[in-house]
C-alpha cells in the first residue's frame, strides 16, 4: 500500500499514485461525478470519481461510487488513487482521483451539532467541535506559545518543576478548596504552586518554571474562570523588586507573540480576522490607586466594597492604555495588602501596599506577580494578619528558616492569554477540555 501523504504535502508531491487519510468533510454526490472533501490535521483535498458510464453514456454501478454515495461526514477513511495537480481547483490546486477507499470509522449519518451551535453543547461534543480547522489552530498557537516560553526559560537557564498537585492545605484562598479523601484523612487540590515554587528559592534552583494544571473550588460562571487551568509559573531568585518580575514576565510574553506571530500571524489574520501584535517593551506600569483615579475620570467608579479592580474596571483601564499608550498590556502595580495574600512583600515605606502586580490584557486580568516576603518574622506577622494560623503554615514557614534569598514570580492562565490573543470572549473555546461546575463531562 502506498504509504500515507500528509494533505498539506500534496501540492509540493509529483502526479501519481498516492494515499491520504482523513475524515470526510463534505459529499457531493452528483450523477455524473462524485466529489469528497477529505480533511485531516494539515489541510483539505478534494478526492474526485468519475462515475463509470457505458458506450451511450448510462451510468455503470460500480462499487466504489455505492461506496462514496453511502459516507456519512466524519468517516475516518484511507483513499488511494492518482493525485493531479490542477490549478482550476479551488481547494489546493491539486485533487485525486479515486482509485479505492478503506474505512476505518464510519459516523453516525446525524451530526449533532452545525455551525450555529452554542458553546455548552459544543463543549457536548468537543471532538466534533474541534474538527473545525479554527478551533484546530487554537492548540496548534498554544502549542507554539508553550514552546516558546520554553526555549526562553531554557535558553536562560531556568529549571522546569513538577510540583505536586495533592496538597496538605491551601495554597490561595481557602474558600476555593476542592477537597478529596485521602486514605484515612484529607487531601486538598493544588490551587497554585505557589508555595512549593518558593520552596525553590531556597532549594537554591535560581530561576525555575512550571506549567501545569491548577484547581479553584469557584463556583461562578463566568467567561473567564474554570475549576481546572493550566497555570503557567516562574519564580525567580536575587530580585530587587516586583520590577524584575514584570521585566521576566514581558521578555516572556514577547518571546512567545513573536514565535506566534511568525508562525501563524496569516493563519490568524486569516481565521479570526485579527493581527497578532507583538508587544513592546516596557510595557506600561500603572499603580492601582492612581488606575482607579484614572478610569474614575472617564465616568466608571469601581465599586466601593472592596480595594480591588473590577471587570469594568479592567476594561476601561485597558481602553485608556490603548488610546495612550497604544499597547495592549498594562500592569496594574503596588496593590493594597487587604486584598493581597499573606506571602507578598509590603513596601518598606507603607505596609498598606504590596510589592505587586496585576497584569491586563485587552482587558482582563491574565496574571498576578509580586515579590514575595522571605523574611520569615515578617511573614508570620503577615499570616497572623490575615487570621491565618502559623502552626497550620510551618511547613511552608520553615522553606524560610534556613537561609532564603529574596524572591518574585508569577502565576498566568494559559487559557486566558489564548483567548484575550484571537479575541475570543470566552475561556472555553481555548480550553481543549473546559472543567466548569457543572461540567465534568466529557
Ligand atoms: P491568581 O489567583 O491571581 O494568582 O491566579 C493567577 C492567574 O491564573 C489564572 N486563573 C484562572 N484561570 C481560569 N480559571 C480560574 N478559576 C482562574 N483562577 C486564576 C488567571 C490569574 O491571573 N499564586 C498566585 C500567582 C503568583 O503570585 O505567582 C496566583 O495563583 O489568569
Do not use: C
Given at each position: 500500500?502506498?504509504?500515507?501523504?500528509?494533505?498539506?504535502?500534496?501540492?509540493?508531491?509529483?502526479?501519481?499514485?498516492?494515499?491520504?487519510?482523513?475524515?470526510?468533510?463534505?459529499?457531493?454526490?452528483?450523477?455524473?461525478?462524485?466529489f469528497v472533501v477529505l480533511r485531516d490535521e494539515s489541510g483539505a483535498v478534494q478526492l474526485v470519481n468519475p462515475r463509470p458510464s457505458d458506450d451511450e453514456g448510462n451510468v455503470i454501478p460500480s462499487e466504489l461510487s455505492d461506496a462514496i454515495s453511502g459516507l456519512a461526514q466524519g468517516t475516518f477513511l484511507t483513499a488511494t488513487g492518482e493525485l493531479?495537480?490542477?490549478?482550476?481547483?479551488?481547494?489546493?490546486?491539486?485533487?485525486?482521483?479515486?482509485?479505492?477507499?478503506?474505512?476505518?470509522?464510519?459516523?453516525?449519518?446525524?451530526?449533532?451539532?452545525?455551525?450555529?451551535?452554542?458553546?455548552?453543547?459544543?463543549?457536548d461534543w468537543r471532538f466534533l467541535d474541534l474538527r473545525q480547522p479554527k478551533n484546530?489552530?487554537?492548540?496548534?498557537?498554544?502549542?507554539?506559545?508553550?514552546?516558546?516560553?520554553?526555549?526562553?526559560?531554557?535558553?536562560?537557564?531556568?529549571?522546569?518543576?513538577?510540583?505536586?498537585?495533592?496538597?496538605?492545605?491551601?495554597?490561595?484562598?481557602?474558600?476555593?478548596?476542592?477537597?478529596?479523601?485521602?486514605?484515612?484523612?484529607?487531601?486538598?487540590?493544588s490551587q497554585s504552586p505557589?508555595?512549593?515554587?518558593?520552596?525553590?528559592?531556597?532549594?537554591?534552583?535560581?530561576?525555575?518554571?512550571?506549567?501545569?494544571?491548577?484547581?479553584?473550588?469557584?463556583?461562578?460562571?463566568?467567561?473567564?474562570?474554570?475549576?481546572?487551568?493550566?497555570?503557567?509559573?516562574?519564580e525567580i531568585s536575587w530580585?530587587?523588586?516586583?520590577?524584575?518580575?514584570?521585566?521576566?514576565?514581558?521578555?516572556?510574553?514577547?518571546?512567545?507573540?513573536?514565535?506566534?506571530?511568525?508562525?501563524?500571524?496569516?493563519?490568524?489574520?486569516?481565521?479570526f480576522g485579527i493581527e497578532v501584535v507583538v508587544p513592546t517593551t516596557p510595557f506600561p506600569r500603572i499603580p492601582?490607586?492612581?488606575?482607579?483615579?484614572?478610569?474614575?475620570?472617564?465616568?466608571?467608579?469601581?465599586?466601593?466594597?472592596?480595594?480591588?479592580?473590577?471587570?469594568?474596571?479592567?476594561?476601561?483601564?485597558?481602553?485608556?492604555?490603548?488610546?495612550?499608550?497604544?499597547?495592549?498590556?498594562?500592569?496594574?502595580?503596588d496593590y493594597a495588602s487587604s486584598i493581597r495574600p499573606f506571602y507578598h512583600m509590603r513596601h518598606e515605606d507603607d505596609p498598606s501596599l504590596t510589592n505587586s502586580y496585576d497584569l491586563i490584557f485587552n482587558g482582563v486580568e491574565i496574571s498576578t506577580g509580586a515579590q514575595r516576603e522571605h523574611r520569615v518574622d515578617v511573614l508570620v506577622e503577615q499570616a497572623k494578619d490575615k487570621g491565618l494560623d502559623p502552626e497550620e503554615l510551618d511547613f511552608y514557614l520553615d522553606f524560610f528558616r534556613y537561609g532564603v534569598p529574596p524572591h518574585g514570580g508569577f502565576g498566568m492562565g494559559l487559557s486566558r492569554v489564548l483567548m484575550l490573543m484571537l479575541h475570543l470572549t470566552n475561556i472555553r473555546e481555548t480550553t481543549y477540555l473546559f472543567r466548569g461546575p457543572t461540567r465534568l463531562l466529557p
Open positions: 500500500m502506498t504509504e500515507r501523504t500528509l494533505i498539506k504535502n500534496l501540492a509540493a508531491a509529483t502526479d501519481g499514485p498516492v494515499s491520504v487519510s482523513g475524515w470526510v468533510d463534505t459529499v457531493r454526490d452528483q450523477k455524473k461525478v462524485q493531479k495537480h490542477d490549478e482550476r481547483v479551488k481547494l489546493g490546486g491539486v485533487e485525486i482521483k479515486l482509485d479505492g477507499l478503506v474505512v476505518a470509522g464510519a459516523a453516525n449519518p446525524e451530526t449533532p451539532i452545525a455551525d450555529d451551535t452554542g458553546v455548552d453543547k459544543r463543549m484546530n489552530l487554537i492548540f496548534r498557537i498554544q502549542t507554539t506559545l508553550e514552546h516558546a516560553w520554553r526555549t526562553y526559560w531554557v535558553e536562560n537557564d531556568f529549571v522546569e518543576l513538577h510540583t505536586p498537585k495533592l496538597m496538605a492545605s491551601a495554597s490561595e484562598s481557602k474558600a476555593e478548596l476542592f477537597e478529596v479523601d485521602y486514605f484515612e484523612g484529607k487531601a486538598y487540590l505557589q508555595f512549593f515554587k518558593q520552596m525553590a528559592q531556597p532549594a537554591g534552583f535560581g530561576k525555575i518554571f512550571e506549567v501545569g494544571p491548577a484547581f479553584r473550588a469557584d463556583p461562578s460562571f463566568t467567561s473567564r474562570h474554570a475549576t481546572e487551568f493550566t497555570s503557567v509559573d516562574s530580585i530587587d523588586s516586583h520590577e524584575d518580575v514584570m521585566k521576566l514576565h514581558e521578555e516572556l510574553l514577547v518571546a512567545g507573540f513573536q514565535a506566534v506571530k511568525d508562525k501563524h500571524g496569516a493563519e490568524i489574520e486569516a481565521a492601582l490607586a492612581e488606575a482607579k483615579r484614572i478610569v474614575a475620570e472617564r465616568g466608571y467608579e469601581v465599586p466601593r466594597h472592596d480595594d480591588d479592580m473590577d471587570p469594568e474596571g479592567e476594561r476601561q483601564i485597558a481602553a485608556y492604555v490603548k488610546e495612550t499608550f497604544g499597547h495592549e498590556f498594562v500592569f496594574l502595580t
